[in-house]
């Protein structure tokens, strides 16, 4: 259930950027890919590559938090 969720939350998230952004063209990727403990960050701005880090921090202390509380 957790995974459908977040699913369709991610769709809406899409859906809402594009409806915002108008399809005008202009996009900036950016992301980040885990190997391990070690982030890999990939970005097609400098700015994408900051926000890509960022959240890349986000997602550790998130997971260190939830692993924490498991034991």
Known sequence: ???ASLIILGLLC???SLLLTGFNGNAAIGGVIF?????????SSPQM???SILISIVF?????????GWR
């Open 1 to 3: 259930m957790l995974g």
């Open 14 to 16: 899409i859906s809402a």
């Open 35 to 43: 190997v391990g403990p070690i982030p890999i960050v990939f970005g």
């Open 49 to 51: 590559v900051i926000a």
């Open 60 to 68: 550790i202390i998130i997971s260190l938090f939830l692993f924490r």
